[in-house]
């Protein structure tokens, strides 16, 4: 499949952005041993072909280099002659690309995330009740109660992939893997950040309010 429409304007705008991104969330430490990814997509969406910008496998997020990011197609697989080997997470963004026709994809581990997700994994979701962050989620109802699906850190990625794709949640923007961390989306990267900060600031909440209640 030919992907000779996406201009080099519309590459470099895509790695402009997750560099941008990447430089913030780095600054929070969200990054830690090499650990997350971050991919845009780019050009025009349908179901069977799509591309997507995305940080390449096992660099140190938290500095640049003139290799680290690459685009891939709706497989994964990368769609101009490169070295570079995507993240080994890219079957998941591209399930949640494919379920969702999302614009940007977050994934990071911080011990918030990981903490939760063990906390509630054999309830398979994090319940979150009438807070205010909600609303970045674009939920508005008063006192709305959501719960945040968390799936199993299996060892191979594309099983991981499946049980994503199935256990998507149409309000909930992300979606937590148990002991590993968050996969945060939206249209574009300002939502899929948007998201992404809720999603922490929730699961912090959770994690006192449990101490809290102990
Ligand atoms: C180095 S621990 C983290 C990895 O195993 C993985 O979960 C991760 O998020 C980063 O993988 P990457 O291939 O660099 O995108
Ligand atoms: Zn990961």
């Known amino acids: 499949m030919s992907f000779s429409h996406i201009t080099l304007e519309e590459k470099q705008q895509a790695f402009a952005e997750l560099r941008e991104i990447k430089t913030l969330l780095a600054s929070r430490n969200w990054f830690p041993g090499t650990s997350g990814n971050l991919s845009v997509r780019v050009g025009p969406f349908e179901r069977e072909q799509f591309a997507f910008a995305v940080t390449a496998s096992g660099k140190d997020k938290s500095v640049h280099t003139p290799s ?11 769609i101009e002659a490169t070295s570079l080997r995507p993240s080994a997470e890219t079957l ?56 945040i699906p968390i799936v199993p850190n299996y ?20 979606i937590l893997i148990r002991k590993h961390g968050i996969c945060a989306w939206g249209a574009n ?6 998201h992404l900060e809720a999603f922490e600031f929730l699961f912090e909440y959770a994690y006192r309010l449990a101490l809290l209640k102990k």
């Open 92 to 147: 998941i963004h591209c399930e949640i690309y494919k379920a969702t026709g999302a614009g940007a994809i977050f994934h990071v581990h911080t011990v918030f995330n990981n903490v939760i997700s063990e906390f509630y994994a054999e309830r398979g979701s994090v319940p979150i009740d009438g807070v205010e962050l909600i609303k970045a989620f674009n939920i508005w109802d008063e006192e709305a109660q959501i719960e």
């Open 189 to 194: 990267a300002f939502e899929a950040k948007r």
């Open 68 to 78: 680290d990011y690459l685009l891939v197609d709706q497989n994964g697989k990368a």
């Open 155 to 174: 060892a191979e990625i594309p099983r991981i992939a499946e049980l994503v794709e199935r256990s998507i949640l149409p309000r909930i923007p992300g």
